[in-house]
């Protein structure tokens, strides 16, 4: 198989977004309040824009990639893969028939073709190609094995900071001490603790009625009556 390089344009080696549109909830009902329909929007992070162009335009192509570990913007952490061109502006394509040129260049993204002195598009070594396919597949294994190790990592010192954080409660929610619920199904609540659980779980004894009510809550739950 022969191979060719491409100059691609600015903006094209990131991954595209597809926007698509789904009905709202009030037309779902059969009301006409607004637009009747919301956008929504998607990525993926495997394919660059460039490479979805190619694809879709019927070429064989390769965007040699490499791999690093990054944080997730959206939770502490969490660690993901997450995809960069190797070869900043350029991508390959395989066995362009003659006619198959003019098409490449109509193609959003590509810019041009990689050529010799003389005009003729200059053809890349399978052996190439093959050297930058070992690069990438390492670099994945490798940054993979990175973010399950960061992730392990980050996990670990959430750990222990609860625990930590769950230690110096204790001194606090003492059985015996009064306490008010500020979360869940008995928020409101005035309570006396009877004793912990475990290192997340307290059991508290309700305030208020003519038999006593025991449950058992998250430590969050609860805030001593002195600070309430």
Avoid: C
């Avoid at 005035?190 to 998250?218: H, I, M, N, R, S």
């Amino acid at each position: 198989m022969k191979w060719f390089a491409i100059r691609t344009k600015p903006g094209f080696q990131v991954p595209q977004r597809e926007y698509w549109t789904e009905p709202n909830a009030s037309a779902l009902k059969g009301k006409t309040r607004g637009v009747g329909y919301r956008m929504r929007s998607s990525v993926n992070p495997e394919q660059a824009a460039i490479e979805t162009h190619l694809e879709r335009a019927g070429f064989v192509h390769y965007m040699p990639a490499e791999f690093v570990a990054v944080r997730n913007r959206n939770k502490k952490g969490l660690y993901e893969l997450r995809r960069f061109a190797l070869l900043k502006g350029y991508a390959f394509v395989a066995e362009v028939d003659e006619a198959g040129w003019y098409r490449l260049l109509d193609v959003p993204g590509v810019h041009s073709v990689v050529a010799d002195i003389s005009g003729k598009a200059l053809p890349i070594r399978s052996l190439d190609i093959h050297r930058l396919r070992m690069y990438e597949q390492n670099s994945r294994a490798v940054a993979n094995a990175k973010v399950a190790a960061l992730t392990k990592g980050a996990e670990t010192q959430a750990r222990r900071e609860r625990k930590a954080i769950s230690k110096a409660t204790r001194k606090k929610l003492f059985p015996g001490r009064e306490v008010r619920l500020i979360w869940g199904d008995k928020v409101g609540r005035d309570a006396t603790v009877a004793a912990w659980q475990d290192e997340d779980f307290v059991k508290v004894v309700l305030k208020g009625l003519q038999e006593a009510e025991t449950v058992t809550v998250p430590f969050e739950f609860l805030k001593t009556s002195d600070a309430a």
